[in-house]
């Protein structure tokens, strides 16, 4: 524990800093009771929220120390001290935890596929909240999250690629996201089919007739044996005797 002449030279003192320093050099050493009166004797609010964070969520001792070395910014010494108490699963997680991305897969075969793929979502997010979008896109291509990769392939304009999505989509709802951006993007053809696809006939062809999409909408009429389809015949035929005339 901290001796009392020593606790009244830190209080007297009246440096923050010289309390702080005490105080992380204790929590990198895994003494959270003493970091945490030093924390309290700085008035270093985020140090204090970190060990009751930790003490709250974390039942290891050793990636409670490992963490206690990320949160100080000695990734390296984090690393390195997790591998010697063979707690090497526990990286990944921890370095996304704390936005250091670089490097992670390195460390991937510790852990399993599932595991994997959760960090790699994490992953993908920072990378989408950090407005790197083309690095999100290739981890979210990674795990095959679909509902994500259309939404960054409207954003990123790669319209190519978001077309070519349309073959592998089954889930009625996530089909009904795709005719929306399919819309944005203006190809109404396109996005007639992602409706009916995903069940939405009557959308379908609204939307084809909509876009002007009239062969596209008495396509799917006739398919779906839709009750309209005589007058959207009749007006797909006056458009293209107009057409004819000009």
């Not at 009166?37 to 140090?47: A, D, I, P, Q, R």
């Not at 964070?53 to 390296?76: D, P, Q, Y």
């Not at 999250?145 to 592998?168: I, S, V």
Request: with cysteine; proline share 1%; aromatic share 10%.
């Amino acid at each position: 524990d901290i001796s009392c002449e020593f606790q009244e030279y830190l209080t007297n003192c009246k440096s923050n800093a010289v309390c702080d320093y005490c105080g992380d050099s204790m929590l990198s050493e895994g003494k959270f009771d003493l970091a945490h009166k030093l924390y309290t004797l700085s008035e270093n609010f985020l140090g204090l929220k970190f060990i009751e964070k930790l003490r709250a969520g974390v039942e290891n001792e050793h990636i409670k120390k490992g963490e206690a070395l990320m949160f100080l910014g000695r990734t390296k010494e984090a690393i390195s001290y997790l591998t010697q108490m063979n707690m090497s699963s526990a990286i990944p997680k921890l370095l996304i935890s704390y936005g250091r991305v670089k490097g992670i897969d390195r460390f991937f075969h510790l852990i399993d596929a599932s595991s994997q793929n959760k960090i790699l979502a994490h992953m993908g997010e920072y990378y989408r909240c950090t407005g790197e979008l083309q690095k999100a896109i290739k981890v979210f291509e990674k795990i095959d999250d679909r509902e994500t990769l259309m939404t960054l392939y409207y954003q990123t304009k790669r319209y190519e690629a978001l077309y070519a999505m349309f073959p592998n989509l089954k889930d009625p709802i996530l089909l009904q996201k795709y005719a929306e951006l399919l819309t944005l993007s203006g190809n109404v053809d396109l996005a007639a089919r992602a409706y009916e696809k995903g069940g939405e006939s009557k959308k379908a062809v609204d939307a084809a007739i909509l876009g002007n999409c009239w062969s596209t909408a008495v396509e799917i009429a006739e398919r779906q044996d839709f009750k309209q389809i005589d007058a959207i015949i009749h007006k797909f035929a006056a458009i293209l005797s107009e057409s004819k005339n000009k």
